[in-house]
């Protein structure tokens, strides 16, 4: 089957030919980073025949958050932003999984970077994106660089600028040999990968950093700390993990919209566990497949679906 590439935007607050969405090199985002973006996905349901957003309102939420940090002026919510997600997706008529990537953004043009006397929009995209476990698992080292922080550039927004830090972590990983890295904070705390959320098992308890930790408040991690809690009725922590903590975990895994779940089987040549896919991590992965897919009736209020 060939899956049909991006045809529109949603660009000024209509859909137009992805041709049309397009900004100036004098843009104020383009030239200085200020601007805040998420990532949000549809999973295509074949046997009801449609395709479901993940907690559209929440990455809404989100977004319309880091762009409150950033002092933007914007009239949509969460509520209009997911309407017109949806006609987006409905003139895409896509029948397959779909990662969208709405853009926060300032719409002024000229020099001199700042946050103030500036106008503002939202546009988004979407394309075909799909993913499956990674069995074998990610081999993972720790960054020589350090989380930006909340007094530098908030981690907890999805700021543009701020992914400068993430693609240094992320690139400086994969070169050296690894699939990513995780990134300390300037206390020696673990925060998280270059571009997902960080989770550790020993002895029974699922831990994770705080979200004062220079973590994004991922929607992901909140989904898997209720369902470890609730469906898998493990204990949840949220507290400072040492960085010798990881290299003694039981199973470890990150998660995202972009990377999903990632099982992490090594961290710097150190077998986590056993080295191989861990039990809870597999089964967590199930429940969670099925619940963003829209088969889990318990979940289906965040199933959001696109066709009528
Ligand atoms: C740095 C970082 N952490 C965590 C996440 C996971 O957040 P979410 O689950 O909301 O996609 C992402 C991806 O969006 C990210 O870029």
Redesign the pocket.
Known sequence: MTIPQTKHAYFEGEIVPIEQASISVMNQTFNYGTGAF??IRGYWNDSEQQLFLFRPAD?FR?LLDSAKLLRFDLTHTPDSLTAALRQLLKAEGWKNDVYIRPLAYVTTEGIGARLHNLDHDIAMFSVPFESKLKEEGAHVTFSAWRRVDDNHIP?RG?IIGA?VN?ALIKSDAVLAGFDDALVLNNDGHVS??????FFMVRNGVASTPPVTAN?????????LIELLRVELGLEVIERQIDRTEVYLADEIFL?????QLVPVTRVDHRPVGTGELGSLTRELYELFSGVVRGKVEKYRQWNIPVYD
């Open positions: 998420g990532g990455h989100r981690p999805k992914y993430s998280e990968s270059s571009g997902s959320n973590v994004l408040e991922g929607i992901t991690r909140r989904t998660c995202g919209t972009g990377v």
